[in-house]
Each structure stands twice: as C-alpha cells, then as structure tokens.
C-alpha cells in the first residue's frame, strides 16, 4: 500500500510540475481538465522484472534495430522522454546530464543511456538533433556510441512503458502529453534495478545503481565498501546509510576482535603456568 501511495504521489509531483510549467488556463477549465489527468499518470516500479528486448525501435539514423541490440555487455539508464516536450522531459535530460558529467564512470566505457520517445510522431531527425545536443554537452569522447535516442510506433512505446510501470496520457487540449519524471537503470540482461525519481539524480546513488546493476564488474574496492553501507530504499528511489547494518557490522568485528584479544590472553596464561609447573 505505501508504494502505491508513493508512486501517486510522484504522479501528482510531475502533474503538477507539468501544470505549472503550462500556459495558464482559467480556473473552471483547470478544476475540470486536469484532475482526471491524475488518475492516468503514475510511475510504478517493476523491480526485477526484464522489459520486452525483442521490440523493435528506431535509432537516430532511422535504421530499424531489436531493443536487445543495446543490451548484453553494460548496464544500462533508460529515460523515457519525448522530443518536442516544451518542460519537463527538458528538466529531465538536462538532470541526467548534470548527473552524468558528475560521474567517474563513463558513458559507452562503463555503461550506456537509453532515451527513448514515448511520442510516436517524434522523428528519427528530432532524435538525432537531441543526441548531438547531449553528446555535445556531456563532452567525452566515445559518448556517441553509448547514448542513444530512439523512436518508436505506438505499439512498441505501449509494451515499453507498461513493462517498467510508465503511465501516462495525452491532453488534447495542450497537445502535450502528462507523465512522471524519473530515470531508470537496467542491469546488462534488461532486468529492472533501479529507480530514480524527479529531475535531479543524486551522482552516489546513480553510480552505486550502475555498479550493483553491473555486478561489481566496474566501479571500485571502496565502492563495494559504500554498497555494505547504504542500501537502496525503494519507497525513495535513493540510496539511505544502512546504519543498523554498520552497527551490526561494527559489533560484529568488535567481538571478533574481543575473541581474538582473550584468545591470546588464554593461552599466554596457559604457557605461564606450563612454565612455572615446569620450573617446580
């Protein structure tokens, strides 16, 4: 029950993101037009369950590729967008942008990104504009052949944002469509990991995402040493100081070290008492 209330209430953080970021309507309009919108947008986790890989989409060249085609070697961030989005879907990029530029991890080495439209009159030409814009602003090298922006018919983009828990709609009054904002992260066999809500994306908790997602395969020793001290809360979408395991872990080398100390104690008392016998 609380993550279906936590998942509304992301549903109602983007509706109303996306209204206030809107044309002003008048208030009758408004109460009336945007309060069923609501019941339409949500973004439910599917954690562990693997998107549809045999769906075909189209990459910026305009070339008909298996979504399979990006998976199999790194994980992977799936952003869910579309092109011409005037707001949000801008707020959303330029977020993940921000994050990624703040990474030691790289884009095409370490993993890749996925954006995918979920427009189905967004072009292969608007995708690739898009790709140079981020490609450009994220500013290494190799980037290109790991961020992708892809388009897709509708009946691709339908099975795609069902599988990872998507929903949204269009209004016709705005010729907009009302979603939620958020990112996630697959592991390399398109099994749902991670979710990251809002805007921004906290670098840590993306990048410890990636590295649980890839199997330890990439990061560092002292990453594997954060993942014993955070763990993710699904209810958040972040990755929260798991004190009480660090307590546990801490008491747990105490007493180690404690039977250890009396350990030796014992048995330097034993040898002394050997040797005093010894000298009788």
């Not at 693997?50 to 994980?75: A, C, H, N």
């Not at 005037?86 to 994050?99: A, D, E, F, K, S």
């Not at 080495?109 to 608007?126: G, Q, R």
């Not at 992708?148 to 069902?162: D, N, V």
Request: aromatic share 10%; glycine share 8%; net charge positive.
């Amino acid at each position: 029950m609380t993550s279906i209330l936590y998942s509304r209430l992301i549903g109602l953080l983007a509706l109303l993101l996306w209204l206030g970021t809107c044309t002003p309507a008048p208030a009758h309009h408004t109460a009336q037009h945007d309060i069923p919108l609501l019941r339409q947008v949500d973004f439910v986790q599917r954690l562990h369950e693997f998107i549809p890989l045999d769906l075909m989409l189209w990459d910026e060249t305009g070339k008909s590729v298996p979504l399979q085609d990006y998976f199999g070697r790194k994980p992977i961030i799936l952003s869910l967008v579309y092109y011409d989005c005037p707001n949000l879907c801008t707020m959303v990029l330029n977020g993940l942008l921000r994050t990624l530029r703040a990474l030691s991890l790289t884009v095409g080495d370490d993993f890749a990104v996925l954006v995918v439209s979920i427009n189905p009159h967004d072009t292969p030409a608007l995708a690739a504009a898009k790709k140079a814009q981020y490609v450009r602003g994220y500013g290494r090298a190799g980037a290109a052949s790991g961020w992708h922006f892809l388009t897709g018919s509708s009946e691709a983009i339908q099975r795609l944002t069902e599988s990872v828990g998507f929903h949204y709609t269009y209004d016709a009054a705005r010729e907009q469509f009302a979603h939620a904002s958020g990112i996630m992260v697959l592991t390399p066999q398109g099994q749902l990991a991670r979710y990251f809500y809002g805007v921004e994306y906290a670098p840590r908790d993306v990048r410890l995402g990636l590295i649980e997602a890839a199997a330890y395969k990439i990061g560092s020793p002292i990453d594997r040493l954060l993942l014993l001290c955070y763990h993710y809360d699904p209810q958040s979408g972040t990755y929260s100081l798991a004190i009480l395991r660090t307590l546990r872990l801490a008491g747990a080398a105490t007493v180690v070290t404690l039977g250890a100390f009396l350990g030796a104690m014992v048995h330097r008392e034993r040898r002394r008492r050997v040797g005093m016998d010894e000298r009788l």
